[in-house]
């Protein structure tokens, strides 16, 4: 009788390692969805228990949810991971500009829909560059949705901003042709590598997969995909004038921050991250001796970050 007992609990244990390695498994796994939002074909990346806390990743220039490949299995075992592609970006599709509008107030409207039409109903955001406008905005709309915040070179202060937005402000502020096309400059493949490279320290460069800024690049030369880009960079401004309306949201609801920066950042400023404690003052603030695309070379220590700090603020599945 003992031996028959012994047997049986021991299957019992290994069925239940057999299956617990097979969540483990599951949750690591990273899908690649599409859905159609008002017509418009939506990419994204999904991975975790839909059952657990949400966390979404969104995106900047010139990039892709691609930015997160490496994010998105460190979170995925204890969060539901969703990281979407911006309308003109990545695989989404990129509407006829006569058809679709071009600017950060309309993306905040997508990506709204799209996370009601995944199911997202709380979630905690992660804005990134241009993710940083466009889940404010969202914020302001729902801010009975998010549920924290974590900003990776996200900004939304003006001492945030360096000399290198000077000619934004100006094509936002005189909308020239010249204005336009000085904009030009900052679409091509020399400029993207500086934004992966510039700030990163000597020994970590070696770290940043060249397989980023090649597909940015090949997607930025899309025909057409330039001139959008330039109605995103000259809509800019929009996203500075709005600065004191998301501080007034992040100063009424206090959501959880974690501003988490590569401060060698040459375009968001070291300040841009200080300031959020200014309107949040349990705002969490880490400083990565890295550039603006951080994620390339410390997702580890990021997704560390990220852990203990959603742990504190989140109900874990």
């Known amino acids: 009788m003992f031996e028959l007992f012994r047997r049986a609990a021991l299957g019992f244990v290994a069925l239940w390692l057999v299956s617990s390695a097979g969540f483990a498994a599951q949750a690591h796994r990273t899908y690649y969805r599409t859905i159609a939002v008002d017509g418009v074909k939506i990419f994204y990346r ?30 995925s075992d204890r969060y539901h991971v969703v990281a979407p592609d911006f309308p003109g970006f990545g695989f989404s599709d990129a509407p006829d500009r006569a058809q679709f509008e071009y600017s950060f107030e309309n993306l905040s409207k997508v990506i709204g829909r799209f996370t009601e039409l995944v199911g997202l109903h709380r979630y905690a955001m992660y804005i990134f560059d241009y993710g940083a406008p466009i889940g404010l905005r969202m914020a302001l709309v729902h801010p009975e949705r998010i549920t924290a915040i974590v900003s990776q070179n996200g900004n939304a202060y003006e001492e945030g ?41 000597e020994a970590d460069r070696w770290l940043v997969a ?22 995103l960079l000259a809509n800019y401004g929009s996203n500075i004038e709005q600065y004191p309306v998301y501080q007034d949201y992040l100063r009424q609801h206090r959501p959880p921050l974690l501003a988490i920066w590569g401060k060698n950042d040459a375009g968001f400023l070291p300040a841009g991250a200080q300031a959020f404690r200014r309107d949040v003052p349990n ?35």
């Open 46 to 75: 999904e991975a975790g228990d839909p059952k657990a806390p949400t966390v979404l990743l969104l995106h900047g220039l010139p990039s892709s949810s691609h930015m997160f490949r490496d994010l998105i299995p460190l979170l």
């Open 210 to 231: 060249p397989e980023s800024f090649t597909l940015d690049d090949a997607l930025l030369t899309r025909p057409g995909n330039d001139e959008l880009q330039l109605d």
């Open 283 to 317: 705002a969490e603030i880490r400083l990565l001796d890295t550039g603006h695309f951080a994620l390339e070379t410390h997702s580890k220590e990021i997704a560390d970050a990220m852990r203990a700090f959603l742990a504190k603020h989140l109900k874990p599945k």
């Open 161 to 201: 901003l360096s000399a290198n937005f000077d000619r934004i402000k100006k094509a936002w502020a005189e909308p020239t042709p010249a204005n336009r096309e000085a904009l030009r400059a900052g679409l091509t493949p020399a400029a993207n590598q500086r934004r992966y490279l510039g700030g990163v320290t």
